[in-house]
T-cell receptor, first 113, second 113 residues
């Protein structure tokens, strides 16, 4: 079955450590996205990529980094510079950038203490 | 700037009752509009979308939405709610230039027996 996988489902880290969240898709989609979800705030865009080897900052990119070396993979690194990293992170993909609908992975809940 | 407002943070309906979730958008031109649903701890799933044409759009799971340009609204409806519909619902709009999807803050639906 085609879809998006995110691993792990739950991730725990100590403050000051960088952590990388995995996102893989086998839908052959060109565009991929990372969102952060906090209670009552909907989804906020961290980074997006329209094509391999290219990515753009979203609304809340500070403290995060990404890479897009392969079409199917778009990992997100949460760095120690991110002041409040504890959140639910969602990866998504679409055939192209908007207005196409997005397909979402199951999410990774990151807890930093 | 484009924005999406979901006025109701949460709504409770009885099983079998009808449902309407409200969504208002701010956009200068004809928007591309979406409704997504999210079960607890999961990713988002597309319910339906409006790009153009018939203003009443049918989606999955028995949902429909009506685009009303004069009211800048795209409300989601279902004639008879099932307990499995309990989830969070997000309205979304594509911004000018079509590079970013803007999500509302979400409405959590509770279904009582």
């Amino acid at each position: 079955d085609g879809g998006i996988t995110q691993s792990p489902k739950y991730l725990f880290r100590k403050e000051g450590q960088n952590v990388t969240l995995s996102c893989e898709q086998n839908l052959n989609h060109d565009a991929m996205y990372w969102y952060r979800q906090d209670p009552g705030q909907g989804l906020r865009l961290i980074y997006y990529s329209q094509i391999v080897n290219d990515f753009q900052k979203g609304d809340i990119a500070e403290g995060y980094s990404v890479s897009r070396e392969k079409k199917e993979s778009f990992p997100l690194t949460v760095t120690s510079a991110q002041k409040n990293p504890t959140a639910f992170y969602l990866c998504a993909s679409s055939i192209g950038t908007a207005p196409y609908e997005q397909y979402f992975g199951p999410g990774t809940r990151l807890t930093v203490t | 700037a484009q924005s999406v407002t979901q006025p109701d943070i949460h709504i409770t309906v009885s099983e079998g009752a009808s449902l309407e979730l409200r969504c208002n958008y701010s956009y200068g031109a004809t928007p591309y509009l979406f409704w997504y649903v999210q079960s607890p701890g999961q990713g988002l799933q597309l319910l339906l979308k409006y790009f153009s044409g018939d203003t009443l759009v049918q989606g999955i799971k028995g949902f429909e939405a009506e685009f009303k340009r004069s009211q800048s609204s795209f409300n989601l409806r279902k004639p008879s709610v099932h307990w499995s519909d309990a989830a969070e619902y997000f309205c979304a709009v594509v911004n000018t230039g079509g590079f970013k999807t803007i999500f509302g803050a979400g409405t959590r639906l509770f279904v009582k027996a």
